[in-house]
Structure formats: structure tokens, C-alpha cells
């Protein structure tokens, strides 16, 4: 995963600095280079020799980086780091970096480093909780930081809660998944990609939709990010984050995803379609709330048809275009699939058995079976919907290169 990657690690001061140690020697076990900025708070928990021995580099800390000659260390140490990760961070640290500061040698550094950068937060429970914490998170990732999860359990203070530093396994773990060094196979390509269920509107408080969580679409748009496209995330509204760097238009309804969908299309390279699209919607949207009354023991809904946007699409797309479906199936897997990829023209088609409680709508886990146009199906394992998507990539960027 790291083999010969320059890895830049910022320790705060924290009480679990001491873990930093354990989180080096990981990272070297997984091929990298590691060199080591301590601050001031840091080294009142582990000393610069125990990283100096762990690491065979020097240690950059306040004291050296004014000690330094013939070089501007944190300049050279920025130039030289191919990925920055500032673990553990304090909330100090975070206020630091969120906000540019660089008046010690570990911002200093940190704003200085083009590279991709990755924030471990380790502190008490109420700390990460406040406000001014949280909008520090939310800087750090609107500026393209990843900010992994501090974990819940017990504190240094005695009892337990969010703010705990993750084990350093899971760590590592956690920065494989990010797809920080995913090769750059969509670069100058435009994606469009759709997410979340459709909401059909009965009255002014009630809606017709589906289970879609949104995963899937979301880590689509991540991982096509990652691989250096310029994407457009036409989402329906979902509890989660979008990606940064991503361009995001909201949407509610199937007949607003179209209206998006058929607006960005004409200027795109590929389109992703993983919404979760309702099949109908209401004839009549009630201006004001339905009411149950004494004499109305029953409501009749008549509903018609949503666009088929993919059908839509197809109409318009152009030769060196890919279009890209999804199909949530409950039976005949591979036949209402192979079905939808022939109706709409589809350069690809991933179908998922939305009936198993194992993977599919709201889980974390997927497993779908990729459709070619020739009839060709290959079968993923259950896997991450990260995994999935960045599957999914890598075939949209074969099918780019192939136009």
C-alpha cells in the first residue's frame, strides 16, 4: 500500500503521543518512509529519541527547526512528504491547522506540504464536541483534509466517550480505504454521478421513497474524485458528506434528478446513475396536508409513471459518452438486468440483490454483478461499498479509454 511513500507524522500533545510510536512502526511495516515532527506538548510524553530510533531520520521539533542551517527544514521536510498525517491531534493542534496558523515547526510544516493530508483527532470527549472543535472539522475538510473518526471508549480522564485515538491497526487500515495514491485514470474526464432515493411528494408533509441510504452513489462519487475526475454529485437528500472537491446539486424529486441529470449530461464524460429512482409518483400533489377524518377509512392514491431518465439519456448520448446503470433486484438477477442494459443503452450495468439483509440499501457492504453489453457478467465478493465503487472506476476509465 505504502511501498516507498514518504510519510510525514505530526504528534501532538496528547496523552496517547505514546501510540504515535506504535503508528510509525506500522506504517513502516507497510513499505513507508516515515520521518516525524514532534511538538512542544508532544515531547513532554515521548521523547524525540524514541521516534529518532524508530524512524532512523531526524526528529524536526521547535528547537531544531530554529537550530536548522543551510536549509529550511520544514520547507525541505514539506517538499520531501508524499502524505501528511497528524496523529495524534490535539485540539489545539486541529485549531492550528484548521486555521493556517504556522507558528511552530509542526503548522509551519503542515501548511507548507502540497501533499494529501489525514487528521487522527485524539482528546477529551467534550472537547471534540464543541463547537468550535467540530467547525475546525469541518474547515480541515472543506480544505480536502480527511479526517478519520476518533473513536469511543475510555479516556485518560476515567470514564468513556467519543475522543479516544483509534488503535494504530485500524489506523492503517482506515488510510487504505481513502484511495490516498489511487491512480489518476479519470483525469480531465467530467462525472456525473446520482445518489440517494427520490422523494415523490403526496401533501406538503408527507412523501412517497425508498430506502436508499445513498452509500453507494456517494462512495462512487468519492472514488471517481479519487482517480482525478471532475465530478458532479446529483444527490436526493441523505445523511452523509459529500466528498470534497466534489460539485453538489441537491435534488428531491425523480423529475428534478431528470431536469439535473439532462442539464449536466451534454457537457460529461460518463454518468453513474446509483439513485435510487421511484418507478411512480402521485397525479396530484395536495397543496395543503391530507387529513384523516371520520368518514375517510381509506386513501386511494393514483399514481403515474416517473420520467426514465436513463431512456432519456440515451437519447442524447453522444458517441464517446459512457452511461453507467444500477439495478436493485429482488428476483432474476441477471435477466431483469441484462433487460434494463439493452433498454437504456447502457455501456455497463451493476445489479444488486437488494432482498438479502446483508448488503444493499443502508448497509456498508455490497456485492454486485457487472453487465457488459456483450453479455460478459463478473460477480464482485461482498465487499466495502469503497471497494465496489473503485471497481466500478476502474471499468468506467476502461470503457473512456476504449471510446
Known amino acids: 500500500m505504502f511501498e516507498d511513500k514518504h510519510i510525514t507524522l505530526t504528534v501532538s500533545g496528547s496523552v496517547a503521543a505514546y501510540k504515535a510510536a506504535l503508528l510509525a512502526r506500522q506504517l513502516e511495516r507497510a513499505g513507508a518512509q516515515v520521518r516525524i515532527v514532534l511538538t512542544a506538548g508532544a515531547a513532554h510524553f515521548v521523547t ?14 521547535d528547537d531544531t527547526w530554529w537550530q536548522a542551517q543551510g536549509q529550511i527544514a520544514h520547507v525541505e521536510l514539506a517538499d520531501w512528504t508524499d502524505l501528511a498525517i497528524a496523529a495524534p491531534v490535539s485540539a489545539n493542534l486541529m485549531a ?18 502540497a501533499a494529501p493530508k489525514v487528521v487522527v483527532p485524539a482528546m477529551n470527549s467534550h472537547m471534540w464536541q464543541a463547537p468550535a472543535t467540530q467547525r475546525n472539522v469541518q474547515h480541515l475538510q472543506a480544505d480536502g483534509v480527511h479526517v478519520l473518526t476518533p473513536a469511543t471508549g475510555q479516556l485518560a480522564e476515567g470514564y468513556s466517550g467519543p475522543g479516544r485515538f ?27 454521478v446520482t445518489a440517494g432515493g427520490t422523494r415523490e411528494r403526496l401533501d406538503p408533509v408527507r412523501f412517497l421513497t425508498n430506502d436508499s441510504s445513498g452509500k453507494m452513489g456517494y462512495a462512487v462519487a468519492t472514488a471517481a474524485k479519487q482517480a482525478g475526475a471532475d465530478v458532479t454529485l446529483i444527490t436526493a437528500s441523505t445523511k452523509l458528506t459529500a466528498p470534497a472537491g ?3 446539486v441537491p435534488i428531491q424529486s425523480t423529475t428534478d434528478l431528470s431536469e439535473a441529470v439532462l442539464a ?14 421511484a418507478d411512480f409518483q402521485p397525479d396530484v400533489t395536495a397543496d395543503q396536508k391530507i387529513k384523516k377524518t371520520a368518514d375517510n377509512d381509506e386513501l386511494i392514491l393514483k399514481l403515474k409513471k416517473t420520467p426514465d431518465i436513463l431512456k432519456q439519456v440515451a437519447a442524447i448520448k453522444q458517441p464517446g459518452q459512457v452511461t453507467v446503470g444500477f439495478a436493485a433486484e429482488t428476483q432474476n438477477l441477471l435477466a431483469n438486468g441484462q433487460k434494463k442494459l439493452v433498454s437504456k443503452s447502457l455501456d455497463l450495468l ?21 453487465i457488459a453489453p456483450n453479455g460478459v457478467t463478473d460477480q464482485t465478493p461482498k465487499t ?3 471497494m465496489i465503487a473503485r471497481a466500478l472506476v476502474d471499468r468506467v476509465a476502461q470503457l473512456l479509454a476504449e471510446k
Open 166 to 192: 483509534p488503535e494504530p491497526t485500524d489506523i492503517v487500515a482506515n488510510l487504505m480505504t481513502l484511495g490516498l495514491f489511487t491512480p489518476q485514470t479519470l483525469a480531465g474526464k467530467r462525472v456525473i
Open 96 to 113: 492550528q491547522l484548521a486555521n493556517g496558523l504556522a507558528n511552530d515547526a509542526a503548522s509551519a510544516t503542515w501548511l507548507a506540504t
Open 246 to 248: 466534489v460539485t453538489v
Open 48 to 61: 524525540a529519541a524514541t521516534f529518532a530510533a524508530l524512524t532512523k531520520a531526524s526528529v524536526l521539533t
Open 384 to 386: 466495502s461499498k469503497t
Open 350 to 370: 451493476a445489479a444488486n440483490d437488494v432482498s438479502r439483509a446483508d448488503i444493499g440499501f443502508n448497509g456498508d457492504d455490497n456485492q454486485v454483478t457487472f
Open 264 to 277: 449536466a449530461f451534454p457537457q460529461a464524460d460518463a454518468l453513474v446513475m446509483a439513485a435510487a429512482v
